[in-house]
């Protein structure tokens, strides 16, 4: 899809793209001061690119989970419009405020409850708010780990967590690599991390996207029941570069990082990045801190349409904390003229996107594509 956007016109206006700006790419976390935000959560392919790529991106997305949900062509182009209102809207408003004001913008998770149209939905929100309250380490800690020879280490759960059998090789590789990430660290925050030590790694299976990457978990103590749980990513160059220029870090878990100290309007406190022996970039964060995970197929289809409004929102403000909310805001005006080319844009690749599966399904039934099942 990067190499279709850079064919589409733009208006030349750049931000700190998410890169990879869809529908799943949102949630909620906690803050260092533990409130629970809600924001965008993938940052891999983060660069700066035109606005225009991410929005676009989001709105093919919605398109195609619309039609996953059941909803006709009519609904989902309504989704679209809603989306793309929300983020007019609030990109215009970001313009009229000061800098600063946009920088310490935020959006408190609880905007779903407040947001709610009907009781239901309120409800609906609010059990997964206290659900995301308890994903922290003290609470998730007893359920993913058991004693062994008198020292905690994560409990397998195959094939998506495991330890490979080269365990020992891969502790000293993290071990080491996590030294070096602590360099990345202010001095304030490697003293709080210098109380911890590595008690355990295990292998974690990453999405569709990141398939052939590397990525660790670590158990971290500083006492028999003050755990620390942090996940390691390795970072590729972003799928953008190719069309919006190389990035100017010369490490890629750094673009990673502060790409999204960019977007985000707080960070978990614990992010840094790292290259191994090997040459390879990684980016560290916290695993699961506050961790509200959106389900698209539990929500009604009003649930939906509400949250896709939010994300437009979201992704407004992310825009005007690194681009000039005044020029797309002008740019976008007062009318629905975008809202509209958006939704034809979206079902259109949408369109496409459900004609390339057709052709995959069919290259597999046919035999002229290789497959493999996921139970294999």
């Known amino acids: 899809m990067a190499w279709d956007l850079s064919r589409t016109p733009a208006t030349g206006a750049w931000v700190q793209a998410c890169g990879d700006c869809h529908a799943a790419n949102f949630g909620g976390f906690a803050s260092p001061e533990r409130r629970l935000l809600f924001d965008i959560n993938d940052f891999d392919e ?70 709610a149209t009907t009781s239901t939905a309120r409800k609906f929100w609010q059990q997964l708010e206290r659900k995301a309250r308890l994903q922290t380490v003290e609470h998730v800690f007893p359920r993913i780990s058991d004693l062994v020879h008198g020292e905690p280490k994560i409990i397998d759960h195959p094939p998506l967590v495991y330890h490979p059998k080269t365990q020992e090789l891969i502790r000293k590789h993290v071990t080491e690599m996590f030294h070096r990430y602590r360099e990345s660290l202010p001095d304030e925050r490697r003293v709080i991390l210098d109380r911890y030590r590595v008690v355990d790694v295990a292998r974690k299976v990453v999405g569709v996207g990141s398939v052939g990457t590397r990525c660790d978990v670590a158990l971290l ?28 870090y010369g490490n890629h878990g750094e673009r990673v990082v502060t790409g999204q100290r960019m977007l985000q309007s707080a960070s978990d406190v614990f992010l840094g990045w790292t290259r191994d022996a090997q040459g390879r970039d990684y980016y560290f964060r916290q695993l699961r801190d506050m961790k509200m995970k959106i389900d698209l197929d539990a929500m009604t289809k009003a649930d939906w349409v509400e949250y896709v409004g939010i994300c437009g929102w979201t992704l407004a403000r992310a825009h005007a904390r690194t681009g000039d909310p005044a020029l797309i805001g002008g740019y976008l005006g007062k009318s629905d003229r975008f809202d509209v080319a958006l939704s034809k844009f979206a079902t259109a690749y949408a369109d496409q996107t459900d004609r390339d599966y057709a052709v995959l399904l069919e290259a597999i039934r046919t035999g002229s594509l290789k497959s493999q099942s996921s139970a294999a």
């Not at 909803?71 to 405020?97: C, G, N, P, W």
Request: avoid cysteine.
């Open 221 to 248: 103590l500083a006492g028999e029941h003050d755990p620390l749980l942090l996940q390691f990513k390795q970072a590729m160059p972003s799928v953008l570069e190719p069309y919006a220029g190389r990035s100017p």
């Open 46 to 115: 983060t660069l700066r690119a035109p606005w225009e790529w991410d929005i676009k991106r989001l709105a093919a997305s919605v398109v195609l989970a619309s039609r996953e949900l059941g909803m006709d062509e009519h609904q989902s182009t309504d989704a679209v419009l809603v989306l793309a209102k929300f983020y007019r809207r609030h990109i215009r408003k970001y313009a009229r405020m000061r800098a600063l004001e946009v920088w310490y913008s935020h959006l408190d998770a609880e905007v779903f409850v407040k947001e």
